[in-house]
């Protein structure tokens, strides 16, 4: 990928570790995570983390708020604070990536079915060229769907229509 390639990391915060419920696969889709942050850094390419900012467990300051200690940012990456399931809305998003020249966007993170889709959609509006990667986005179960049913379906739903999937293995910067 060329350098006007971003790697976006959404939501992947303490509190998703921090409830009764688990992840869908829980430990994979972080270990997925950290080698595209891995593999990012190593190329050079930009990583921004997306860090959901609320009341309750996502309250600026608390440690369920912070970026989870897995993948600390490092000094020069981008955090962007987002009141919404959209990172765009309402965030410094939009300027961080146009003052690094970003035109495509491999997304990973939390939840699936919430900020993770409306990133991806929206970015999709804006004109950006995202991969979404498949292994590495997760969500709990819902009482309709399980969290595994709901990953495929947004995989199917995303995938060729508002982004293209690949595997994390298949991502390279």
């Known amino acids: ?67 989870s200690h897995r993948i600390t940012p490092q000094k020069g990456e981008v955090i962007v604070e987002k009141p919404t399931w959209d990172a765009f809305h309402r965030t410094e998003l939009q300027d961080e990536l146009q003052k690094l020249g970003i035109t495509d966007l491999v997304i990973c993170g939390m939840q699936s079915e919430f900020c993770l889709d409306t990133t991806i959609r929206r970015a999709y509006s804006m004109g950006y060229k995202s ?28 995938g060729g229509r508002f982004a293209q999937l690949r595997a994390e293995s298949e991502v390279q910067f």
Do not use: C
């Open 1 to 67: 990928m060329e350098q006007s390639t971003a790697l976006l990391i959404i939501d992947v915060q303490e509190a998703m570790f921090s409830y009764d419920l688990k992840l869908y696969d829980e430990e994979g889709v972080m270990d997925r995570i950290v080698s595209l942050q891995q593999k990012a850094r190593l190329a050079g390419t930009p990583i921004v983390y997306i860090q959901h900012t609320e009341d309750e467990e996502y309250t600026k300051g608390t440690p369920t708020w912070q970026i």
């Open 131 to 158: 991969v979404l990667v498949s292994d590495a986005h997760s969500t709990f179960d819902n009482g309709v769907l399980s969290s595994r049913e709901i990953v495929k379906h947004h995989n199917a739903i995303i």
